[in-house]
């Protein structure tokens, strides 16, 4: 039986894998479906990566090879082309089903399970695009592998649609390699990425951005011959008469990342409809499912990976504290949960619940706003009462925000609930 | 008054420059901001990632980077000259492949390894 088995070998996986190793555990086993460690970032060839957690600028393949590195380091079990199907069993004994090449079909058991599967991308049927269905549509993720693995250039006209991070860098990244970008189309009124990546991928190569505009249909036979693009309302209806024609012969969609779940709901871990990851506590510990830990782009969508990895080392670190104190024979933990929720202005928060009796002295609150804020202030309540604010110049959903939440301050509040808001600050 | 956005780290604060004014920074959240600022309107830098060929590696591109920032004003010669590098596998992380790339001072150099297929 292993301590704990980790599922992903990506960003997330990694450094929980480590982190439970350090914390003591000495049977870990890692199943990774690819043939290397790293996982989407080996494609993100681009830079920016460790700016938090390395205090320098590394690109994606540079920032994997660290952790793929520490990890050679340990005595942790990795498995490469491995497949995760299935996660069963009860605490303290979760059964493990996987399948590959070598070892074939085998159940592995734990005491404990991170699951670090990371996410995927959202596609043309998920946004229901009309139109004929032509080769020439992809999303920005598999254009991304093309690219910059491969060596394929998908197409030489592009449409973007969407302005999420690995669409920009896409726009920038196949204008380099000759390509021509005409335009990068967002629905909503402000952009899904990182503000620097509008700058330095669209504003560098003038690139255009239409905002508050979509795909409204895609022509073409057997290839992408043209795309409409229209003018939506605040209600994110098309606006008759504003269709604009491009001519091209690709288009790529970037429109949002979906947490990879499908293993969680089979276990039966409570999901939050709003990030689509298992609803988890102050720990990453699944609220419903004891030793099993999520962490990463499983549990939410992260803009940077730094914050992947700072999330994922508690999350082994956790997990190593969960077996080495049995955990399984309190499965039911001590103390109260309180429930975390998002308040006006807030679209999720997470952890979803926090347990005092369990905290270190803080415990960070990851969250999106809903809409872009100017100068204003970040709430943060136990009950009732107003417990600290933060006050912030700008917000926006494409960047998440994090705060602290001080034990101190939450038990003195002697609260049943936390919550997270964000108010605007009229100016003085 | 010329407004930009620092692009130097995730950030993205909000900076404005006063070109009449030796380019007095303000708005910046931390010292590179004022570098970043300064430079943006007199001499604007970009660090460039891209690939190069690679032959019997486990992928037929090889992920590089400049060293360090190399002026915009290059980045088309830069590219131009990472199409005459080819590399044979295995190749090592950091092993610089092409010096002093289109003048510009800067080595290109990988940015992962690759093992032979």
């Known amino acids: ?139 920005a993720g598999a254009a991304q592998r093309y690219v910059n693995m491969e060596g394929w250039l998908p197409g030489e006209r592009i449409v973007i649609l969407g302005s999420g991070d690995i669409g920009l860098i896409m726009a920038r990244r196949l204008t380099l390699e000759g390509a021509k970008v005409l335009a990068c189309v967002e629905l909503m009124p402000y952009s899904g990425g990182l ?72 276990a039966g871990a409570e999901m939050d409809p709003r990030t689509n990851g298992p609803r988890v506590a102050e720990n990453m510990e699944s609220i419903s499912l004891s030793g099993v830990f999520a962490c990463g782009n499983v549990a939410h969508v992260h803009d940077l990976v730094d914050f992947v990895t700072e999330e994922s080392l508690r999350a082994g670190a956790a997990a190593a504290h969960y077996v080495q104190s049995q955990g399984w024979e309190s499965a039911d933990g001590e103390g109260p949960v309180l429930p975390v929720q998002p308040g006006p202005g807030v679209s999720y928060v997470l952890p979803q619940a926090v347990r005092p009796a369990e905290m270190d002295k803080t415990c960070t609150l990851s969250f999106r706003v809903s809409q872009v804020f100017g100068p204003c202030k970040i709430i943060l309540k136990a009950g009732e009462a107003q417990i600290a604010s933060f006050p912030r110049e700008r917000l926006a959903p494409g960047e998440m925000e994090r705060i602290p939440l001080p034990k101190v301050l939450l038990e003195r509040a002697q609260a049943q609930s936390v919550s997270v808001s964000v108010e605007e600050v009229s100016a003085q | 008054m010329k407004d930009l956005i620092c692009i130097v780290c995730p950030k993205g604060c909000h900076l404005q420059v006063d070109e009449e004014h030796d ?19 007199t001499a604007p830098t970009r660090t460039i990632t891209s690939t190069v060929r690679c032959r019997g590696g486990l992928y037929p591109r090889c992920p590089v980077k400049t060293s360090k920032p190399v002026p915009k004003a290059s980045i088309p010669a830069v590219m131009e000259a990472l199409n005459g590098v080819s590399l044979t596998a295995p190749v090592s992380l950091g092993q610089v492949v092409l010096a002093d790339v289109a003048g510009t001072g800067a080595d290109i150099q990988t940015t992962r390894s690759m093992q032979q297929r």
């Not at chain 1, 830079?47 to 380091?73: D, I, M, Q, S, V």
């Open chain 1, 1 to 139: 039986m292993y301590d704990c088995i980790v599922i992903g070998g990506g960003p997330a996986g990694l450094a929980a894998a480590s982190a439970a190793w350090e914390q003591g555990l000495r049977k870990i086993l890692l199943a990774e479906r690819d043939v290397e460690l790293g996982g989407i970032l080996n494609q993100c060839i681009h830079n920016g990566f460790g700016l938090h957690y390395f205090k320098e600028e590394l690109t994606g393949p540079e920032y994997a090879a660290r952790f793929a590195e520490k990890l050679r380091e340990t005595g942790v079990e990795v498995r490469m082309d491995t497949m995760v199907l299935d996660l069963k069993g009860a605490p303290g004994r979760r059964e493990v089903h996987m399948v590959s090449r070598d070892k074939g079909y085998c159940i592995e058991e734990a005491r404990s399970v991170i699951l670090a599967m990371g996410c995927r991308e959202r596609t043309r049927g998920a946004i229901s695009i009309p139109g004929t269905r032509p080769a020439g549509v992809f999303t």
């Open chain 1, 195 to 266: 503000t620097r990546n509008i700058v330095q991928c669209l504003q560098d190569y003038n690139i255009p951005l239409y905002l508050s505009h979509t795909v409204t249909e895609i022509r073409g036979k057997d290839r992408v011959e043209q795309v409409v693009v229209s003018q939506v309302d605040g209600r994110r209806n098309p606006i008759p008469g504003t269709e604009m024609v491009f001519d091209c012969d690709t288009l790529l969609l970037s429109v949002g990342l979906i947490p990879e779940n499908e293993l969680s709901r089979q």
């Open chain 2, 23 to 41: 380019y007095a920074v303000s708005g910046f959240g931390c010292p590179r901001g004022i570098a970043y600022g300064k430079a943006e309107l």
